[in-house]
């Protein structure tokens, strides 16, 4: 254990000389977030919550907040790289749970850069009627990974500085996109005349973990702790400012497709719902505007994300708990963690739609979420100083939230349900299985036939 903290400062250390500002990182943790959770998500969230559905963007910010107390305590205790992986090392030590866990995190990760890719050629494709050709969505949503792998293999700087003009473009977009659309709609049209479609409260639940899979690009900011400049201050400062940033514009962008759509008109649109609510209420001209903004958005959510997930999987191959294989190729173990990081992102985007690929990261996420809050709560509360009651009030959320969300899904599309549960258990026995055989390898003496200097 103490072999993977060397490396992990000793990694953070090397990193820290191409350090990210406070403002980068803040536009780093907002591009993740404000990429999917409007753009992807939007639709999805009002099918459920019905005309209710701002309220659910409320709803996970509340939750996101309770479990952003965890990792920000945490980050500013110990900050690292690998954020969540420290974390999860930390609370249960160097085994299945901790790698298991991270493992989990860093799929939920590379799930939303499939999201938000298959999101961005969505919008691309709107003003030419062909965001059903699935052949076009895929190539689309590939050009963009690819884009995301170019610029992230430029280094740091390039990202942050790509992602903080990025952030700026879209966050004053989509500010002025919704404010004109709540100015020619006003508050009493739309979803909002609605009231023979509100939705359960099991549905407004479930909704409510698509708007948590929204803000979960904060832990982005965590999993590059020791990339931020002064990360003892910063890191907690950036979650804090992230979050924040990103109620205010999903609210206001919220109210602003409501008063423009019907909740049939939104579900109807769910993939591309600010481009259709842009239509009524601004014209042509807004519709345009509003698919330029989206690009942007989505462009700089992949990147991010691409980053910040290569970063965390670099982490835990050095801290020994996933195996690594060149197969072949040169340099770093960044550099391949990069390319299989946008090879998986790609994969996914092809053979998901963008509801499962949702669903499938909600429930990683949801998951890991509350394994972190465990941990803390059991084993590092009172070395960090953290409230018992806030960690408890965290994980009591996340299970209500998944519980609604599983109920729901089990009746809407079983499969999905299936395929989470059977990634959920094939994530916790390859690890098991693998730091069983690297424990017994690295017990072997080197003179026997079992050990990698033998052979």
């Not at 000389?17 to 977030?33: C, E, F, K, Q």
């Amino acid at each position: 254990m103490e072999h993977g903290h060397d490396d992990a400062r000793t990694s953070d250390e090397g990193l820290r000389r191409d350090s990210i500002t406070l403002t980068g990182a803040v536009a780093m943790g907002t591009g993740v977030m404000i990429g999917a959770g409007i753009f992807a998500l939007t639709g999805q969230i009002a099918e459920l919550a019905g005309p209710l559905f701002p309220l659910a963007f409320v709803a996970g910010a509340i939750v996101t907040a309770l479990a952003a107390y965890s990792y920000l305590k945490m980050s500013n205790a110990w900050p690292s790289s690998g954020g969540i992986a420290m974390i999860l090392q930390k609370a249960y030590g160097p085994g299945t749970i901790a790698a298991s866990a991270s493992l989990l995190m860093a799929l939920s990760m590379v799930i939303n850069e499939s999201l938000v890719a298959r999101t961005f050629a969505t919008y691309a494709l709107r003003p030419f009627g062909l965001e059903e050709n699935v052949l076009l969505l895929s190539l689309g949503a590939l050009a963009l990974i690819v884009f995301a792998y170019l610029v992230n293999a430029a280094g740091n700087r390039s990202v942050s500085g790509f992602s903080l003009v990025m952030s700026a473009v879209k966050i004053g977009g989509i500010a002025l996109f919704a404010v004109a659309a709540i100015w020619a709609s006003g508050f009493s049209g739309g979803a909002f005349a609605q009231s023979d479609s509100m939705g359960s409260p099991e549905a407004f639940l479930a909704s409510v973990a698509f708007s948590i899979l929204a803000f979960k690009g904060f832990t982005t900011i965590t999993n590059s702790g020791g990339e931020i400049r002064d990360p003892h201050h910063n890191v907690g400062r950036t979650i804090m400012i992230s979050i924040g940033i990103c109620v205010v514009t999903y609210l206001l962008v919220a109210i602003a497709v409501g008063s423009s759509l019907t909740i049939g008109e939104i579900v109807e649109a769910r993939d591309y719902s600010l481009a259709a609510a842009a239509g009524p209420a601004l014209g042509e001209a807004g519709f345009y505007f509003t698919v330029v903004i989206a690009l942007t958005a989505t462009t700089s959510g992949v990147i991010a994300s691409v980053f910040a997930v290569s970063r965390m999987l670099t982490m835990l191959t050095e801290m020994k708990m996933i195996p690594h294989s060149h197969f072949g190729m040169s340099g770093s173990v960044r550099s391949h963690m990069l390319i299989y990081t946008v090879v998986v992102a790609g994969t996914l985007a092809v053979l998901f739609d963008l509801s499962r690929i949702a669903s499938l990261g909600a429930f990683f996420y949801l998951v890991m979420d509350m394994l972190v809050h465990w941990g803390v709560f059991r084993h590092l509360r009172k070395e960090i100083g953290a409230r018992a009651s806030i960690l408890l009030a965290a994980l009591a959320a996340d299970a209500l939230v998944l519980a609604a969300f599983t109920a729901v899904k089990l009746q809407s599309d079983p499969l999905i349900v299936g395929y989470a549960v059977a990634g959920i258990v094939t994530v916790f026995v390859a690890e098991r299985a693998y730091l069983a055989r690297r424990e017994r390898t690295v017990s072997e003496p080197v003179g026997s036939p079992h050990h990698p200097r033998s052979k």
